[in-house]
């Protein structure tokens, strides 16, 4: 019997996908990337922009159709808003939270679909819907079978859910990068975001556990290692004295790192200014592993406009950021997110963002033209600022960024830096990878061996976010 899942959103969805993938596969699913040969298949939404979810609507669509000509079971789990879970629950056979992925088994059991491991004994579906009803599933008829849909009535130990979601081993993607979630939820509550409402209040994750799985995958010859979080710099503050603060986390990978006698990169993302203090930075200058580049989400460069985000910060506090990283991460690159035409924008406080993106001259920028989500509390205001004033603020700011990638480009013509190799680039006879500071590379090579090694690479050619080199060392 054969899966097919669907991942859309953001670094975090798809890490959730490589556990969900753990779990199917155990129950002797096999992965499959055409959807009309699978008898299971999941996607994992994204409630925070509309076009995820209208590409949900999209898939489960012809997902239906394909019920007419096969026997399949469909399920939709990731950061969902409760409208639109409640239309979900009618369109999937499943629909759950993330959290309760543990039970993704027992649902599939419960529903009447016999999985290639079910007969081998060790599972009893009465066992199992004793289990799930005590825990609060509801049980509904559905196409004539009791089946076991949509989540908890209350979720009464989010927490104990959530550590049983980060104990599963993932089935990871890559063979030389890996990621690490270390939290869960969000406290912060911005008016454009609706993680709070598909995610819950931040819970971190035991330090230790964290810890033992950087250890595994530097073991397993990962190179390249993000921790994921909604805001890792506010990490371990709902465990005060339990857990480990984020700088204490990243002090105790950066001696592991000394220590292992192996070459990776740790990175993190994403943090938010409110929280970035000094101490996160001195860390990372202290330690070869932990990598120079940072992503600082910033926005607005409008102070009026980041209040009425409910960002809490100021753009006198995020040049602070910039001034602390720039002094003691000198080769770091810097990264941001930028949301342009959000609700009320004026042209002088669009102003204020163009100022800001010339000063700080970021590497790269994540920049979108606002849409507004129901669920979030922006959702209540006007999305007053018309579509062609969106795209053209948005090709604005991309511009400025090209010009400052290609003269920070520039400067490494000639120089020698490392590189994980990521795999075979689209021009024939070439590899590509990234710089530590996250800078897409590609050099002459046909020595598919290379691949998740990081190796020595001499600068021979630059372009806006892009560079080209000559490979000069073996990997190391």
């Not at 993330?98 to 599972?123: C, D, H, K, W």
């Not at 509904?140 to 989010?158: D, L, S």
């Not at 520039?410 to 590509?432: E, F, H, I």
Request: hydrophobic share 40%.
């Amino acid at each position: 019997m054969k899966y097919h899942l669907v991942t859309l959103g953001c670094q975090m969805n798809k890490s959730d996908s490589e556990r969900i993938a753990a779990v199917v596969e155990e129950l002797g699913y096999v992965l499959t990337d055409v959807e009309e040969e699978a008898d299971l298949i999941g996607i994992v939404a994204c409630s925070v922009r509309q076009a995820a979810i209208d590409r949900v609507y999209s898939k489960i669509h012809k997902w239906n159709q394909l019920k007419h000509t096969k026997s399949l079971l469909t399920f939709v789990t990731g950061c969902i808003l409760p409208a639109d879970r409640e239309k979900f629950l009618k369109l999937f056979d499943l629909c759950f939270q993330i959290s309760e992925m543990p039970e993704l088994p027992a649902m599939i059991r419960q529903y009447g679909v016999p999985t290639p491991f079910s007969s081998n004994g060790r599972f009893d579906p009465a066992e199992d819907a004793a289990r799930l009803a005590a825990e609060g599933f509801e049980s509904i008829e559905f196409g004539g079978h009791k089946a076991i849909a949509g989540r908890p009535v209350m979720m009464k130990q989010p927490e104990t859910r959530i550590a049983g979601f980060w104990d599963i081993t993932p089935h990871y993607q890559s063979r030389s990068e890996a990621y690490i979630p270390i939290q869960n939820g969000c406290d912060k509550f911005c008016t454009f975001c609706a993680v709070p409402y598909t995610r819950g209040r931040e819970i971190s994750r035991p330090s230790e556990d964290i810890l033992a799985e950087v250890r595994r995958l530097v073991g397993q010859g990962y190179r390249s290692i993000t921790l994921l979080g909604q805001n890792v710099n506010s990490y371990g503050r709902d465990k005060p004295g339990k857990e480990l603060r984020f700088a204490e986390l990243l002090e105790e990978i950066g001696k592991f790192g000394d220590a292992c006698g192996e070459r990776f990169w740790l990175y993190f993302t994403s943090p938010h200014p409110r929280d970035m203090q000094d101490d996160v930075l001195e860390v990372i200058a202290r330690y070869d592993c932990l990598a120079k580049q940072i992503h600082l989400p910033v926005q607005s460069g409008d102070n009026k406009l980041l209040i009425r985000m409910n960002r809490n910060h100021s753009v006198q506090d995020y040049r602070r950021i910039v001034d602390a990283i720039r002094r003691l991460l000198p080769t770091a690159t810097l990264f941001t997110d930028i949301i342009v035409g959000f609700s009320g924008e004026t042209d002088a406080q669009f102003a204020n963002t163009v100022t800001l993106m010339e000063e700080v001259e970021f590497d790269m920028a994540f920049i979108a033209r606002y849409s507004p989500r129901p669920g979030a509390a922006s959702a209540r205001w006007d999305d007053d600022v018309r579509p062609d004033i969106k795209k053209e603020r948005m090709h604005r700011l991309s511009e400025i960024l090209r010009v400052h990638s290609e003269k920070h480009n520039a400067r490494m013509l000639g120089g020698v830096y490392p590189v994980l190799v990521t795999g075979q680039d689209r021009k024939d006879g070439y590899l590509s990878g990234l710089t530590e500071g996250k800078i897409n590379m590609r050099f002459a090579s046909a020595d598919t061996s290379l691949i998740g090694q990081i190796v020595d690479v001499e600068i021979t050619r630059t372009a806006a976010f892009a560079l080209e080199g000559q490979l000069r060392e073996n990997p190391l």
